[in-house]
């Protein structure tokens, strides 16, 4: 009996084994790897919102610039850099054919395309369009300066609030609109078309707020502003 004991276990050791590789590698994703100075802010809305950019140190660093899909930063934002490009097929100079992009997903929210995911863990991922309509729609934007740094304070229906500094949008090697006047924020979901991702754009003087959804080309690198549960 003791011999067939020592078979049996000998059998499920293996198998115990790979549970628990597979329970770690679970917790592994789930951790939380923000940085200590991130913080999640209750604006009383369906997620919280960081109080800083994906790459920031602070909240009034507008942080590091990514392309729709891509978890890295490049030196240089075109097509033909950008990861999920398949090629100019027709030949026609045309780089925004929607057949010419990878179809990755429609939301890549907290997937292995959300670089936010893949650089924060836990359940910290990018926000979806319907998520920053949200922010847009239900909170009031004024414009502001902190450190020197322009940018919108955007306040919740429960009176707390969030900063989004003046950002740049990066297209090949060139910054359009640099950081004096102009917001550009990233989201997690496809655009109008397929070769376009929605985006929030704003303009610092304007002190008009609401809906400011954008479609911005997939290879652009922009800044993105994390959310969690």
């Known amino acids: 009996k003791f011999a067939s004991f020592i078979n049996t276990m000998l059998v499920l050791l293996p198998i115990s084994l790979v549970i628990v590789s597979c329970k770690k590698e ?22 919280k919102w ?7 140190s602070t909240p009034e660093d507008a942080g590091a610039c ?5 978890t ?3 030196e240089e934002y075109t097509p033909f850099t950008y990861k999920y ?7 026609d100079g045309n780089y925004n054919n929607s057949e010419e992009y990878e179809n990755i997903g429609r ?7 959300d670089v936010v995911r893949t650089k924060w863990g836990g359940t910290w991922r990018m926000p979806t369009k319907e998520e ?8 009031t934007w004024e414009m502001t300066e902190i450190n020197g740094v322009k940018g919108k304070l955007v306040t919740g229906p429960n009176g707390n609030s969030i900063f989004l500094p003046c950002t ?62």
């Open 72 to 74: 890295e930063e490049k």
């Open 50 to 56: 960081a109080n800083c950019n994906i790459g920031a």
């Open 168 to 229: 740049e949008i990066y297209r090949g090697t060139q910054i359009l609109n640099g950081a004096d006047g102009l917001g550009a924020y990233l989201s997690a979901s496809i655009g109008s078309f397929q070769s376009y991702a929605y985006c929030i754009l704003f303009v610092w003087s304007d002190i008009a707020s609401g809906y400011m959804g954008r479609d911005a080309s997939r290879a652009d690198g922009m800044a993105i502003r994390p959310v969690k549960e």
């Open 26 to 47: 679970e917790e592994d994703k789930q951790q939380d790897n923000a940085p200590s100075h991130v913080e999640a802010v209750d604006l009383g809305l369906s997620v």
């Open 85 to 91: 490009y398949l090629g100019d097929l027709n030949e």
């Open 107 to 113: 939301d890549i929210s907290g997937t292995i395309y």
């Open 132 to 139: 920053l309509e949200e922010l847009c729609l239900k909170c």
């Open 66 to 70: 990514y392309a729709w899909g891509e």
